[in-house]
Protein backbone atom coordinates (compact mmCIF):
# COMPACT_ATOMS: atom_id res chain seq x y z
CA UNK A 1 0.00 0.00 0.00
CA UNK A 2 0.87 3.81 -0.77
CA UNK A 3 1.46 4.60 2.92
CA UNK A 4 3.24 7.80 2.10
CA UNK A 5 0.15 8.50 -0.47
CA UNK A 6 -2.42 7.81 1.90
CA UNK A 7 -0.66 10.25 4.88
CA UNK A 8 -0.44 13.58 2.32
CA UNK A 9 -3.02 12.98 -0.28
CA UNK A 10 -5.55 11.66 2.01
CA UNK A 11 -5.21 14.93 4.00
CA UNK A 12 -5.47 16.86 0.74
CA UNK A 13 -8.59 15.14 -0.49
CA UNK A 14 -10.12 15.94 2.63
CA UNK A 15 -9.03 19.07 2.62
CA UNK A 16 -10.56 19.95 -0.78
CA UNK A 17 -13.60 18.15 -0.02
CA UNK A 18 -14.13 20.13 3.13
CA UNK A 19 -13.29 23.73 0.81
CA UNK A 20 -16.45 22.35 -1.64
CA UNK A 21 -18.93 22.03 1.30
CA UNK A 22 -17.70 25.08 2.99
CA UNK A 23 -18.01 27.25 -0.62
CA UNK A 24 -21.29 25.35 -0.94
CA UNK A 25 -22.33 26.46 2.58
CA UNK A 26 -21.09 30.06 1.84
CA UNK A 27 -23.09 29.86 -1.42
CA UNK A 28 -26.38 29.30 -0.44
CA UNK A 29 -26.25 25.77 -1.48
CA UNK A 30 -26.54 24.17 1.63
CA UNK A 31 -26.88 24.60 5.01
CA UNK A 32 -24.96 21.24 6.11
CA UNK A 33 -21.50 22.62 8.09
CA UNK A 34 -19.93 19.80 9.23
CA UNK A 35 -17.29 21.22 11.27
CA UNK A 36 -20.59 22.12 13.09
CA UNK A 37 -22.12 19.38 13.06
CA UNK A 38 -19.28 16.48 13.93
CA UNK A 39 -17.90 19.11 16.68
CA UNK A 40 -21.58 20.34 18.94
CA UNK A 41 -21.17 16.10 19.41
CA UNK A 42 -18.47 16.92 22.10
CA UNK A 43 -19.23 20.56 23.04
CA UNK A 44 -22.12 22.79 23.00
CA UNK A 45 -19.88 26.16 22.63
CA UNK A 46 -20.13 26.94 18.32
CA UNK A 47 -16.60 28.02 17.93
CA UNK A 48 -15.51 25.22 19.47
CA UNK A 49 -17.20 23.14 17.73
CA UNK A 50 -16.32 24.30 14.62
CA UNK A 51 -12.64 23.85 15.64
CA UNK A 52 -13.10 20.13 17.21
CA UNK A 53 -15.68 19.04 13.97
CA UNK A 54 -13.17 19.86 11.69
CA UNK A 55 -10.73 17.81 13.36
CA UNK A 56 -12.55 15.12 13.60
CA UNK A 57 -13.80 15.67 9.98
CA UNK A 58 -9.80 15.46 8.86
CA UNK A 59 -9.60 12.20 11.23
CA UNK A 60 -12.52 10.77 9.45
CA UNK A 61 -11.33 11.53 6.02
CA UNK A 62 -7.83 9.82 6.66
CA UNK A 63 -9.60 6.76 7.50
CA UNK A 64 -11.91 6.65 4.49
CA UNK A 65 -9.01 7.49 2.61
CA UNK A 66 -7.06 4.43 3.83
CA UNK A 67 -10.33 2.68 2.46
CA UNK A 68 -9.55 3.84 -0.49
CA UNK A 69 -6.27 3.21 -0.74
CA UNK A 70 -7.00 -0.37 0.35
CA UNK A 71 -9.50 -1.12 -2.34
CA UNK A 72 -6.75 0.48 -4.74
CA UNK A 73 -3.94 -1.93 -3.31
CA UNK A 74 -6.06 -4.96 -4.01
CA UNK A 75 -7.03 -4.26 -7.24
CA UNK A 76 -3.56 -2.82 -7.96
CA UNK A 77 -4.19 0.16 -10.07
CA UNK A 78 -5.99 3.44 -9.31
CA UNK A 79 -7.33 6.14 -11.08
CA UNK A 80 -9.52 9.29 -11.16
CA UNK A 81 -12.30 7.66 -12.39
CA UNK A 82 -12.14 4.81 -10.21
CA UNK A 83 -11.34 7.43 -7.34
CA UNK A 84 -14.87 9.30 -8.36
CA UNK A 85 -17.05 5.60 -8.51
CA UNK A 86 -15.71 5.08 -4.96
CA UNK A 87 -16.59 9.02 -3.95
CA UNK A 88 -19.72 8.36 -5.21
CA UNK A 89 -20.19 4.83 -2.84
CA UNK A 90 -19.06 6.84 -0.68
CA UNK A 91 -21.08 9.45 -0.65
CA UNK A 92 -24.18 7.60 -1.50
CA UNK A 93 -23.59 5.26 2.25
CA UNK A 94 -23.14 8.36 4.15
CA UNK A 95 -26.27 10.44 3.01
CA UNK A 96 -28.44 7.72 3.45
CA UNK A 97 -27.42 5.83 6.09
CA UNK A 98 -24.54 7.40 8.34
CA UNK A 99 -25.73 10.91 8.26
CA UNK A 100 -29.39 10.06 9.33
CA UNK A 101 -28.43 8.27 11.77
CA UNK A 102 -26.33 10.77 13.68
CA UNK A 103 -30.33 12.07 15.05
CA UNK A 104 -30.21 9.13 17.14
CA UNK A 105 -26.87 9.25 18.60
CA UNK A 106 -26.63 13.14 18.80
CA UNK A 107 -26.94 14.75 22.08
CA UNK A 108 -27.69 18.51 20.60
CA UNK A 109 -30.14 16.93 17.35
CA UNK A 110 -33.68 16.63 17.48
CA UNK A 111 -34.78 13.38 16.52
CA UNK A 112 -36.87 12.77 13.93
CA UNK A 113 -39.84 12.33 16.59
CA UNK A 114 -38.76 15.68 18.49
CA UNK A 115 -41.67 17.84 18.91
CA UNK A 116 -42.19 21.62 19.56
CA UNK A 117 -41.24 21.53 23.10
CA UNK A 118 -37.41 20.57 21.68
CA UNK A 119 -34.49 22.31 23.29
CA UNK A 120 -32.43 21.00 20.99
CA UNK A 121 -29.96 23.38 18.49
CA UNK A 122 -29.48 21.27 15.78
CA UNK A 123 -32.56 19.92 13.53
CA UNK A 124 -31.89 16.07 12.06
CA UNK A 125 -29.87 16.39 8.42
CA UNK A 126 -33.07 14.21 6.76
CA UNK A 127 -32.48 11.51 4.22
CA UNK A 128 -29.96 12.85 1.79
CA UNK A 129 -29.68 15.58 3.95
CA UNK A 130 -32.33 17.00 2.43
CA UNK A 131 -33.29 19.18 5.94
CA UNK A 132 -30.54 21.03 5.13
CA UNK A 133 -31.26 22.52 1.70
CA UNK A 134 -32.68 20.96 -1.81
CA UNK A 135 -28.91 20.98 -2.80
CA UNK A 136 -27.30 19.66 -0.04
CA UNK A 137 -27.24 16.16 -2.10
CA UNK A 138 -25.91 17.75 -4.88
CA UNK A 139 -23.12 19.51 -3.35
CA UNK A 140 -22.21 16.92 -0.83
CA UNK A 141 -21.95 14.54 -3.88
CA UNK A 142 -20.11 16.60 -5.86
CA UNK A 143 -17.42 16.81 -3.02
CA UNK A 144 -17.27 13.22 -2.23
CA UNK A 145 -16.61 12.52 -6.15
CA UNK A 146 -13.79 15.11 -6.20
CA UNK A 147 -12.31 13.42 -2.56
CA UNK A 148 -12.15 10.01 -4.41
CA UNK A 149 -11.21 11.58 -8.12
CA UNK A 150 -8.08 13.34 -6.18
CA UNK A 151 -7.11 9.90 -4.39
CA UNK A 152 -7.62 7.50 -7.30
CA UNK A 153 -4.60 10.21 -9.53
CA UNK A 154 -2.72 11.16 -6.95
CA UNK A 155 -2.40 7.64 -5.41
CA UNK A 156 0.16 4.78 -6.85
CA UNK A 157 -1.32 1.32 -5.95
CA UNK A 158 1.76 -0.78 -4.47
Avoid: K
Wanted: with cysteine; glycine share 12%.
Amino acid sequence: MDWVGWAVFGLVATILLTCVMIAAQMAGLSRLDLPLLLGTIVTEDPDRARLAGFAIHLTMGQIFALGYTAVFAVLGWATWWLGGILGLLHVTISLTALVPLLAGVHPRMASYRAGPSSVAVLEPPGLLGLNYGIQTPVATAAAHVLYGIALGALLTPH
